[in-house]
């Protein structure tokens, strides 16, 4: 069966070596990002490739967001590097790369805005790929806010990814996390916290045509349905310094279909327990293969592997594995 892997990262040579010169782009997930050749050598993950039949990828960069490489000085031009490099990828191996999502100098809303008209509006990409921090806030502040009306506009969808690191404690009292919690758990909590946010803030609200691909299958939201919509039914009960009270009624129907309204990834390195969660969650129609390659064994392609075997092993009807494979992303991303 075909398969668009809707969540995969690389780094356009360009701005592979700009990073490298930059403490961001060389420490944690940056040191990370150093030791997975298939990540920026074209070459090797051309040949990782070549075992899949009938398989392309969506391209996005891998971490860190530029804001943590440099100032907004110097982000608007990496991004424009960056989406550049992205789109030549795409122009010259079709038949590899089905398209790209472009970044943004979040560190510089106004650019951002400006990035996203450009590679959006006018230009070829497929969506944008958003983290769910901005060193350190949220994505519902209003200064991002124009940036989620153009992707609104285009019709195409923002990937959000997460990006905490290892400066975020687990616990008060200390100063930072500690056993790489902050990557394995904390990153399906901060998803989890961004998607709320989005919703009680009113942007998705204000936004109905907004689409919204959550990387890791929806994080901790599909396993959690129960206690979100239960303890969340009585938001404000717990809150004595802020009313709450308005908050349910304006979203204008019930929050687990606030929830439901995202699209998610099958981005869990093989983990059957997860997607069968997930899909029941979120429905054939909302879902879209990924394997978050170029991650996991053998430069990417044992995620890429198990991902397809749960898929293929999964009890729903062939139509549905087609969608989930590559007809949502084809729909999606405007392919």
């Not at 472009?102 to 944008?128: Q, S, T, V």
């Not at 991002?144 to 009306?149: A, G, N, Y």
């Not at 939201?221 to 310094?241: K, Q, Y």
């Not at 397809?308 to 989930?324: F, N, P, R, T």
């Amino acid at each position: 069966m075909r398969h668009i892997d809707a969540f995969c990262h690389f780094f356009p040579q360009g701005l592979f070596e700009k990073m490298s010169q930059t403490a961001g782009g060389t420490q944690d997930i940056g040191k990370r990002m150093q030791g997975v050749r298939t990540i920026h050598d074209l070459d090797a993950r051309l040949k990782m490739m070549d075992e899949f039949d009938d398989y392309s990828e969506v391209l996005s960069l891998g971490l860190p967001p530029l804001e943590a490489l440099a100032g907004p000085d110097l982000t608007p031009d990496l991004a424009r590097v960056a989406n550049d490099g992205l789109a030549e990828l795409c122009a010259k191996y079709p038949a590899r790369f089905a398209g790209y999502v472009g970044a943004l100098p979040m560190n510089a809303p106004d650019a951002a805005a400006k990035e996203a008209e450009r590679i959006l509006l006018r230009g070829n990409a497929n969506g944008l790929q958003l983290h769910t921090n901005v060193n350190g806030a949220c994505l519902d502040e209003p200064r991002f806010f124009p940036i989620f009306e153009i992707a609104a506009k285009s019709g195409k969808p923002v990937l959000l990814h997460p990006a905490r690191s290892p400066n975020v404690p687990d616990f008060p009292a200390e100063k930072k996390s500690k056993y790489e919690i902050w990557a394995i758990l904390g990153w399906p909590y901060e998803t989890s916290c961004t998607m709320a946010r989005l919703i009680f803030s009113g942007v998705t609200t204000r936004l109905p045509d907004l689409k919204i691909l959550i990387h890791h299958l929806g994080a901790m939201i599909p396993f959690f349905d129960a206690r979100l919509d239960t303890g969340w039914a009585t938001l404000g009960s717990r809150t004595s310094d802020e009313d709450y009270s308005g908050v349910l009624p304006m979203l204008g129907k019930p929050l687990m279909d606030c929830f439901r309204d995202f699209y998610a990834d099958t981005a869990l390195c093989g983990g059957r327990i997860g997607t069968v969660c997930g899909l029941e969650f979120y429905g054939a129609d909302h879902v879209l293969f990924a394997s978050d390659a170029p991650f996991g064994a053998e430069g990417g392609a044992s995620y890429i592997r198990e991902t397809m075997k749960v898929i293929a092993s999964l009890d729903i009807a062939k139509a549905d594995k087609e969608k989930i494979c590559y007809r949502n992303a084809q729909g999606l991303f405007k392919l």
